[in-house]
């Protein structure tokens, strides 16, 4: 049986401030090496001042993942070299001395399939490195220390994958959830990324580095899979390794350093005291946790009567989710729902197009009430989103401005009914001996009307004509 | 004009306009011309100091605010921050390394109006009780400049000895003020772990180390206590004093205080002359209404080997980053080439640094940290536990500071084991967070002794109290300078 296991790293985008400084958690809009102070560049005597808040947002994750939670948390040193890490030691945290992280085992479900986590701990990110030049010769290496200290969460779970489809799934269940909880955007470039481990029936755990997008994992995971398959088929043993994806060739390749051999020489931190988390504190988290998705998803279909794919849809994304509760009432809900996942999804599909964006949720709950009220057809209001998305501009004025208005007028619409019934005498004969049939014609009435003519008129008057 | 004075006789002289702030650091100036080429405390001086003094003494005149230090001339270990100046921990590391930042003390001492008279030497990053193992030559110990001053905080204590300043501050791993205070005649004194901040400290055992004042009297101490101590929010592991006054009081006395004489620190590899120098001690704090007894603290056996790989693991850690990638060599970006690069990485680190780096990067390693430093841990905590008892019964421990008269430069470098149990009265004010406290006690065939009291975690005061008595039983001679 194939085993995959992930080991998810997620930074707190959400915070104001870094791990252990004040310089901003969010270092992306900065010049290079100008989001830092001593702290977070590991200047001689400077020490770290944790951050509350990214305790308290990396406990958040923990009780959402139903993880454990122990009443103390400490930090560790994990020594190692590397140009991008200030201080040449990472503090994290670490669970083999008791469970020390924020969170301990855990558990979250995909589909009807248990996931366990392992353990999550609270870290610093290091800084990031830039390789510039053409060849071999003149290949320098660049340090940026702006993301250095960055609070990141570390989240491993247990083998219990079997293929690639489940990682994506439960990637995509993750990401929505720390997007929910209002810890992180996970569509920041950066933001998460995923190491995995990999092994198939009689083979070694191989695990897989360097992986740059959700994208990517999937299919590294697939690759991983059919390599290790096809040397067991040939009776070649599985080395238990450390491989690097390497992201041109879409192929991984076995790491000349030997990672697994490094010896971190952990120990704790002395610089932050333990902290505890009673269960005072605790209470007062959960309360301050946002509504769940699936609990969110239950509200929308038992409360609005909104159908089950919809529901699913639209609480699983926190961006469509809080617009929903911005511009509903309990007579719109269901119309705003169906406005949102039906034609809003696809107009702002990428995190470019939502920031740009003018919509604002009263234009929803305009748009719903002038759809029940027979002022606009769904068509028009499909139009009307588009110029609102692009303007900001109110419904009213863009129907004016777009002549979106419907088509009430019997007279204007007994004209084109007209019309209609000459270019179309098969369609004509074919309606009077099938009824149902008529929703073709009263399609054409809609497209002559650029889809302005009042649906229901329409139809009346139609029958009327024909019979 | 007198500088022989302590640092409260100072502000009191220049607060009630008997001599100026610019008189005094000029003359304080002057000493340090004259006499630090002998004993080189110093590896750096600030040529601005008069023109500070000036400035406080313009403004005693205007009546403006002033802090309470008036002025006081100051010297700083150079392993602690002062913004815009060479902060080198004595080592060709960090030979041009320019603080960006004031440490929180300094902060705290300028904001009292303090000058800053110069950065003093240490052993390089602080490992070592003797200065030799500065990379710009060892201080020299006033008494006798054929012997060493003690340390790491050498360059501390010498300058307040030999009156080229009237306060000092050091730090203090494994008795790194206490030592030199020892060996050199001054208090030396380190509080409850976490007492003072240690932001702008230049880490080499961070869960141990405190800073600490070196000054000529227990009531300076006490009143730069006062200066420095309390909560920061850059340093996690400050505690709260509650805006503590321990100049009040500090003439309490001792009268029906229980003091534990440590069985451990008084036996074996003790200098005859430390051992009747404490023995004096103890009966001149009977005479005060103390009482006096051994008590067994049996984990100071193990208490020096434990420190040793506590804080080479730790400083293995903390001193990782100097790798020569952001302080050491300047680079030339052409030509720049990995190897050569490893090569060179930790080559500016001198021997004792680099011997204890090799053993910190030995004793946590997955191989051999069950052998090493999970056992130093465990002894640190059984430490822990048994001195905790002993204050149950006891208000206060008494031992000699240093089991041995300061010894000749160059005399013990190349031993470097015997050197590390020269530690052993110390160190255990380390382990355990507790205060603790050298006083000058007897100078013996031109030597110093110091005698060393401990007290429980946050009695810092009644530590300093004692130690006020002890002092005030004591008739010291000046300084052969």
């Known amino acids: 049986m194939t085993k995959i296991g992930l080991e998810i790293h997620s930074q707190l985008t959400k915070l104001e401030s870094k791990l252990f400084c004040s310089c901003k958690a969010n270092y992306r809009e900065f010049e290079p090496n100008t989001n830092i102070c001593p702290i977070c560049i590991g200047l001689p005597g400077s020490l770290p001042r944790l951050n509350q808040k990214a305790v308290e947002k990396a406990t958040m994750i923990a009780m959402a993942l139903n993880c454990s939670t122990p009443e103390k948390i400490a930090f560790f040193r994990k020594n190692y070299f590397y140009p991008d890490l200030p201080k040449n030691f990472q503090i994290t945290q670490l669970n083999i001395y008791g469970d020390t992280s924020v969170g301990g085992i855990g558990t979250l479900m995909v589909g009807e399939k248990k996931i366990r986590i392992t353990r999550i701990q609270l870290e610093e990110d290091p800084g990031r490195l830039i390789y510039e030049g053409s060849s071999e010769k003149n290949l320098v290496t660049l340090v940026d220390y702006n993301r250095a200290g960055t609070p990141l969460v570390e989240i491993v779970t247990e083998p219990d994958f079997e293929n690639p489809r489940e990682v994506r799934e439960f990637l995509n269940i993750l990401s929505d959830l720390l997007e929910n909880l209002g810890v992180s955007d996970p569509s920041l470039e950066g933001a998460m990324r995923a190491d995995a481990n990999v092994s198939i029936e009689g083979g070694n755990k191989v695990e897989i580095k360097n992986i740059g997008s959700f994208h990517d994992l999937e299919k590294a995971v697939h690759f991983e899979i059919t390599r290790q398959q096809s040397l067991h088929s040939r009776n070649i043993p599985i080395i238990q390794e450390t491989r690097h994806w390497d992201d041109k060739r879409k192929i991984t390749v076995s790491s000349r350093s030997k990672e697994e051999d490094l010896d971190y020489r952990y120990f704790l931190e002395g610089d932050i005291p333990w902290i505890k988390i009673g269960n005072e504190i605790k209470e007062k988290l959960k309360s301050e946790m946002p509504e769940s998705i699936s609990s969110k998803k239950q509200r929308y279909i038992s409360k609005y009567d909104i159908p089950v794919q919809v529901a699913d849809v639209l609480s699983s994304n926190k961006f469509y989710s809080d617009l929903f509760e911005d511009a509903h009432t309990k007579e719109n809900a269901k119309e705003v729902a169906n406005i949102i996942t039906t034609d809003l999804m696809g107009l702002i599909d990428t995190r470019e197009k939502r920031e740009s964006s003018k919509l604002k949720p009263f234009h929803l709950k305009e748009i719903s009430d002038s759809i029940q009220s027979g002022r606009i057809t769904r068509t028009s209001a499909k139009n009307a989103l588009y110029e609102i998305v692009k303007t900001g501009k109110t419904l009213s004025d863009i129907i004016s401005e777009l002549d979106l208005g419907n088509v009430s007028d019997e007279y204007e619409l007994l004209k084109i009914i007209e019309l209609v019934i000459l270019e179309e005498p098969q369609a004509v004969k074919q309606a009077k001996s099938n009824p149902q049939t008529i929703n073709y014609l009263v399609g054409k009435v809609m497209q002559k009307t650029k889809g302005k003519a009042d649906p229901k008129l329409t139809l009346d008057l139609l029958k009327k004509k024909i019979q | ?481």
């Open chain 2, 1 to 481: 004009m007198n500088i022989k004075i302590s640092a409260l006789q100072f502000t009191r002289e220049v607060k009630s306009g008997n001599i100026s702030a610019e008189d005094f650091i000029a003359k304080t100036m002057e000493q340090i011309q004259n006499v630090d080429d002998s004993l080189h405390a110093f590896l750096s001086i600030n040529d601005k100091a008069v023109d500070q003094a000036r400035e406080i003494d313009k403004k005693i005149k205007l009546g403006e605010k002033i802090g309470q230090c008036f002025g006081m001339p100051i010297s700083i270990k150079d392993n602690i921050c002062i913004k815009d100046t060479k902060t080198t921990c004595a080592s060709k590391m960090l030979e041009n390394f320019i603080a960006p930042y004031d440490a929180t003390v300094i902060t705290k001492l300028k904001q009292q109006d303090a000058i800053f008279v110069g950065k003093v030497n240490l052993d390089e990053f602080a490992m070592g009780l003797s200065t030799e193992f500065s990379a710009y030559g060892p201080s020299k110990n006033p008494w006798n400049t054929d012997y060493v001053p003690g340390g790491s905080s050498g360059g501390s204590a010498v300058s307040v000895s030999a009156f080229e300043c009237v306060a000092s501050l050091g730090s203090d791993t494994g008795g790194s003020v206490r030592n030199p205070a020892s060996f050199c005649s001054t208090v030396g004194y380190k509080p409850t772990y976490g007492l003072i901040s240690r932001y702008g400290l230049i880490s080499y055992a961070n869960s141990i180390e405190q800073i600490g004042p070196l000054t000529r009297t227990v009531e300076d101490a006490a009143f730069m206590l006062n200066l420095i101590a309390g909560l920061d929010p850059n340093d996690n592991t400050t505690v709260d004093n509650n805006n503590e006054d321990y100049l009040k009081d500090i003439n309490s006395g001792i009268e029906g205080k229980k003091i534990g004489i440590i069985k451990e620190m008084i036996g074996e590899g003790i200098d005859p002359s430390v051992l009747s120098a404490t023995k004096d001690a103890i009966s001149k704090l009977e005479g005060l209404g103390a009482t006096c007894e051994e008590v067994s603290l049996d984990m100071v056996k193990y208490s020096v080997a434990a420190y040793y790989t506590i804080t080479a693991t730790e400083a293995g850690s903390n001193l990782a980053r100097y790798d020569n990638l952001r302080y050491g060599y300047d680079f030339s970006v052409e030509g720049y080439e990995f190897n050569s690069y490893i090569e060179k990485a930790r080559k500016k680190l001198g021997p004792e640094v680099t011997r204890r780096m090799i053993l910190g990067g030995f004793v946590p390693s997955a191989g051999h940290t069950g052998k090493y430093f999970l056992k130093a841990l465990k002894v640190k905590s059984k430490l822990t536990r048994q001195i905790n008892d002993a204050f149950k019964k006891f208000d206060l421990l008494i031992s000699p500071t240093v089991p041995i008269l300061p010894f000749k430069i160059g005399e013990k470098i190349n031993d470097p084991v015997s050197l590390f149990l020269i530690d052993i009265n110390t160190v255990t004010a380390n382990l355990t967070g507790k205060p603790a406290i050298s006083i000058p006690y007897v100078i013996s065939n031109g030597l110093p002794i110091g005698i060393q009291l401990i007290a429980n975690s946050m009695n810092d005061k009644l530590l300093l109290q004692a130690a006020y008595a002890l002092e005030k039983t004591v008739q010291l001679p000046e300084v052969p300078i």
